[in-house]
């Protein structure tokens, strides 16, 4: 890391704690779809995962992360990591924390455990996780109000009544009214809740599962309450269900109090799509193409179709049949300027090189990403191209004291940068990609920074073909992938000089609902947005996507920006 990448430093871990800055609920989901020494089996496990934080987030307010596929030294870190989070704020402290596990389970030595992703039946032991093992680091977190779910099998084996074991969890009494109190109100009582499927060795039918039901109760008492207590929810699953919802304590649980969603009414968000998801899921249908089933799932990521689109996409070879036919071939093509002097980038598909080594380190495959083709500025906003916007647009010129007029502008901060893509747009006779309104607070309170006072709603249209910032993917991809080497040819260079903004809030990784990612457009919601460039990892002579992160209102004499366009 460079010097000048030392100011990140707070930030950046900062970043390894998004729930900081995201209110008092927060979701942490564990989902294993896949198994890597274990015969697979048809798993919604992913999907159920998605749909689920879509509507923690979207109804209730919850701060949600999703880990997929975790294996077991994943659980067991990601769980240190709340209970630091946990220690350091507060307010999180006194909030409450969900902690759900989708995936499969087994019986070893008379008790119940939750298989991990590196789960190795023959050696249960040391692969596998225990309900109580994982109870007991759980009891450790600080926080007042604990719920866990399963939906796995031999999740109830922690119950008394399971099977005449020896009790290790007591019965639990789980009230369904409304009017429980605030989050304040409750903040001395403790909640130690596991909730499970009373079934040994199921899931619950594939019509009837846990984590669906669960998802629905929810729903429903959005609709009918104010507060959804976990009582209700579990009311609702017992009425659906053939297994009954099995609830009990365990270490620190005052039986007097219970877990509360609060219901946010109004609230919606892109995770809750409209009627419009069941028209663009007919169109994808009659397409059925890759592009077509992958831009489905940018828009509705949780939508009522996602788990048949991810279904559609395995099903594709690694070549790309666009929706006018078109074949493309994860291979670089040749590189060519528009006439604005933007370089094409050709599509392609790769690994992300950090992706790829981390996945290895773990034994595990590395999701890929394909990326469409998309005209790239050959070189960074100028100090004189940014002036000339100041001067039209009567706002002034940032400081910029280490370059001649040709050199990259510095010290604009990301809201900057995308007015002065919509700015250029306009001058161009193209169509503005952002849609921004100063006046009003970004409605979701995920995107919350304490350092970021202007707290933008911003929206893009990735249909316009007017200027924007480009995607932490095609970044990376121009830097590192497939077109690297054909972008450097057209003298290209990526991030050597400054930092460079990117449209994501960073979150280091890609969302894996699918193997091939087309076009991913990053998390839906942060704290940070995504810094590409300078002080990075290089692969032949071109910076790598090495994560750096700002506070959206961040100047400074390191950050700067360049733009992207579609080819349409």
Request: net charge negative; aromatic share 12%; proline share 6%.
């Amino acid at each position: 890391m460079k010097t000048n990448n030392l100011i990140y430093l707070t930030q950046l871990l900062l970043l390894s704690f998004p729930a900081l800055l995201a209110g008092q609920s927060q979701a942490l989901i564990f989902a294993v779809g896949e198994y890597r020494h274990l015969e697979q089996e048809p798993s919604t496990a992913i999907a159920d995962a998605a749909a689920l934080g879509a509507v923690l987030s979207a109804r209730f307010g919850f701060y949600v992360e999703v880990v997929e596929n975790p294996a077991r030294a994943d659980i067991e870190e990601k769980l240190e990591e709340y209970r630091l989070r946990q220690e350091r704020d507060l307010s999180l402290s006194r909030g409450q924390l969900l902690l759900y596990f989708i995936g499969r389970g087994a019986e070893e030595n008379g008790a119940g455990c939750f298989l991990p992703a590196d789960a190795d039946l023959n050696q249960l032991a040391a692969t596998a996780l225990p309900w109580h093992h994982l109870l007991a680091e759980i009891a450790s977190i600080e926080c007042s109000h604990i719920l866990v779910v399963a939906d796995a099998p031999h999740s109830s084996a922690i119950n008394p009544d399971w099977n005449g074991q020896a009790p290790s969890g007591e019965a639990r009494a789980l009230p369904t009214g409304q009017h429980h109190g605030s989050l304040e109100s409750r903040r001395d009582y403790i909640t130690r809740i596991m909730l499970s499927l009373d079934a040994k060795d199921e899931r619950g039918r594939r019509e009837a599962s846990l984590t669906r039901l669960f998802r629905e109760g929810l729903d429903r008492g959005a609709e009918q309450t104010p507060e959804a207590s976990v009582g209700w929810v579990a009311q609702y699953i017992n009425q659906q269900a053939r297994e009954a919802a099995a609830p009990y304590s365990f270490k620190g649980d005052n039986p007097y109090t219970t877990f509360v969603f609060y219901h946010q009414p109004g609230k919606q968000t892109e995770q809750t799509p409209g009627e419009d998801d069941s028209e663009l899921w007919r169109l994808a249908q009659r397409q059925n193409t890759l592009e077509a089933y992958s831009f489905y799932l940018q828009l509705y990521p949780y939508g009522r179709y996602a788990t048949e689109a991810l279904r559609n996409i395995e099903q594709f070879p690694d070549t790309l049949t666009t929706a006018d036919g078109r074949t493309w071939e994860a291979k670089p093509g040749p590189a060519y300027a528009a006439k604005d002097g933007f370089v094409l980038a050709r599509g392609g598909t790769f690994t992300p090189e950090k992706i790829q080594r981390a996945a290895q380190s773990r034994g595990g495959a590395s999701p890929e990403v394909t990326i469409r083709d998309f005209y790239l500025s050959p070189e960074e906003v100028t100090f004189d191209a940014y002036t000339r916007f100041c001067l039209a647009t009567g706002r002034s010129t940032p400081n910029n004291p280490f370059w001649r007029s040709r050199g990259p502008v510095v010290n604009v901060d990301w809201y900057d940068a995308i007015e002065y893509c919509n700015w250029l747009s306009r001058q161009n006779g193209l169509k503005e990609v952002y849609t921004i309104q100063a006046s009003e607070t970004d409605p979701d309170p995920g995107n919350f920074n304490a350092g970021d006072e202007k707290r933008w709603a911003v929206a893009a249209n990735w249909k316009a073909n007017g200027y924007r910032l480009p995607t932490v993917a095609e970044w990376e991809y121009a830097a590192c992938g497939p077109s690297g080497r054909s972008v450097k040819e057209a003298r290209v260079s990526m991030g050597n000089r400054v930092q460079e903004w990117c449209w994501d809030w960073e979150a280091y990784g890609y969302r894996g609902e699918a193997r091939k990612l087309f076009n991913p457009l990053g998390f839906p919601r942060g704290a940070y947005r995504a810094l590409r460039g300078e002080a990075a990892d290089t692969y032949d002579g071109q910076p790598c996507g090495y994560p750096g992160a700002g506070t959206p209102t961040l100047r400074h004499s390191s950050v700067g920006f360049r733009m992207v366009r579609n080819v349409w």
